[in-house]
Every structure is written in C-alpha cells, then in structure tokens.
C-alpha cells in the first residue's frame, strides 16, 4: 500500500527491493487513475488539503524559492522527494541547502544522451546527493520513442513507483516554460498523483535559471553551449535555433508538448 497523499492508503503492488546498483527495479501494478480521480473528487479530505494548499500556494507567490523548499521539508519530511531532469540543477543546490538528505529522483528512460548521465554523476558526487535512479517498466521496448506510450513506460510509470508512500514531490517546473504551464500554482494537491505538488520555480524565467547558476558557480549541462535549452531524452530533443522557443526542440517532430508528468 501506498498513500494518497493525505495518509490514506492507496493499492499498489510493488517490489520494494533497492537495485544492487542504486537503481530502482520497477514491477508496478499502477491503480486504476480513473477510479481513484473520481473516488477523490468526493473525498472531503481531498477539498481540505485542496484548499489549503490553494491558500498556501498564494501566500508563496513572492516567497523565495527556499522558503518554499523549506516549508515542504517541514511540513512533509521524509515523505517528500524531488523529481529533476538534469537539464541543470539550480533547484537541488536551493534544496540541499535547506536538506543535504532529501531524496532526489531521476527517471532515467535508457534513451538519454551521454551527456545528461555524465551531468548526473557529477552533480550527484558535487552535493553527495540522496539519489534514486528508475529505470523504464517492463514493455517499455513496445512503445516507439515520441509514443505517449513511451513516456508512460519510461517516466510516469517508474515515478509512480518511485513516489510511492510519499505524500509530497518537489518539481522544477516554471509557467515560463510553456504555454501549457502558464497558470502552474506554486503549491497544489495534485489529483492526477494522489500527493501534494511542489513548484518553487514556477515564477521563475530562464534568465533566472541562468543567472542563479553563474552566481553559485553551478556547472551546467555539457550540451547547453551546443544550443540545447530544454534537455530530454535524445531521440525527441534537437538544439533551439536563433529566436525559437527554448523548447521547441522537444518533440520537435510531433504535436507532443508534455511527457505526462505535468498533466
Ligand atoms: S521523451 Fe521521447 S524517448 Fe523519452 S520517454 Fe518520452 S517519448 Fe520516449
């Protein structure tokens, strides 16, 4: 069992065996999404910390992105991870300065360039991170690259796995980054999830990604200098052009704009 977010639990079925090498075997029998999301639009639980979580998130809207980070390390503690693409890593170097243990996920789908594995391993060993590493679900082989079948084998389904039995999860999506995440709160109870979703970047533009890395000597990811402004997996990302949208080289051949993680 796992829980939804407000201490009750949730069915799962899972192996709970840490990987010999630090990764996380995946054998997810995922709950029905549909059954729950309409068992929680009536749960009075779900209004509450729907509410609170509304009120909390416009209080945040001109906090520093610490405060933030430290008020779900308080008010969640060991049942909160935060999710990071290591496209850069602005928001763990804020997050282990508030906590040096809290568990960071990287949803590694086995279609990563080279690059982004190297970054990991050096931001892992720069900060001694607490780092969970997933791998992609059993079928993920079926699903051709740029499929939402795709992302579902090898990043929702393994997250999943990888949030169970927390009730919080720290992302770093900012509305600057799409039309679709314009209106993104700061902090909200994320029905899709079952669990309380943190965004402490969510007010922040590129420019201050990148102005926040020069000013704390962050390295950055070594295919930035190469035009590469949103970083995924290597069969869907290619280098931004002169004036294009920095994601606009993700899924660059498709109608695809999101992986399902942020739906
Ligand atoms: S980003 Fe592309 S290659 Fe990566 S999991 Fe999603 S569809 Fe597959």
């Not at 309409?38 to 405060?67: K, N």
């Not at 282990?96 to 060993?125: K, M, N, Q």
């Not at 704390?216 to 052009?241: D, F, K, M």
């Not at 294009?244 to 704009?257: M, T």
Request: aromatic fraction near 6%.
């Amino acid at each position: 069992m796992s829980s939804n977010g407000l201490g009750d639990p949730v069915e799962t079925s899972v192996s709970d065996e840490p990987h010999p090498k630090g990764r996380v075997d995946v054998n997810l029998s995922v709950v029905d999404n549909r059954t729950r999301l309409a068992e929680l639009a009536l749960d009075p639980a779900v209004a509450r910390i729907r509410q609170e979580m509304a009120d909390q998130s416009a209080a945040f809207e001109t906090a520093p992105a610490g405060l933030v980070v430290a008020w779900a390390v308080e008010r969640f503690g060991p049942k909160l991870a935060l999710s990071c693409s290591f496209q850069e890593a602005v928001l763990i170097d804020i997050a282990v300065a508030v906590d040096p243990g809290i568990e960071i996920v990287f949803l590694d789908t086995g279609s990563h360039f080279a690059e982004t594995l190297e970054y990991v391993e050096s931001i892992r060993a720069r900060y001694d991170l607490n780092l969970t590493v997933t791998s992609p679900v059993d079928g993920a082989d079926g699903h051709p690259c740029g499929t939402s079948q795709c992302c579902e084998f090898r990043k929702v389904r393994p997250l999943r796995r990888a949030l169970s039995g927390k009730d919080a999860w720290v992302t770093g999506l900012k509305r600057s980054d799409a039309a679709t995440r314009r209106h993104a709160p700061i902090v909200s109870y994320d029905e899709n999830w079952g669990m309380v979703k943190i965004n402490p970047l969510a007010t922040w533009t590129h420019q201050d990604l990148v102005g926040y890395a020069v000013d704390h000597g962050i390295p950055q990811h070594p295919l930035r200098s190469a035009g590469y402004h949103s970083i995924g997996c290597a069969p869907t990302t290619r280098p931004v052009g002169e004036g294009e949208d920095l994601r606009a080289g993700r899924w660059a051949d498709s109608d695809k704009v999101e992986c399902g993680l942020h739906l």
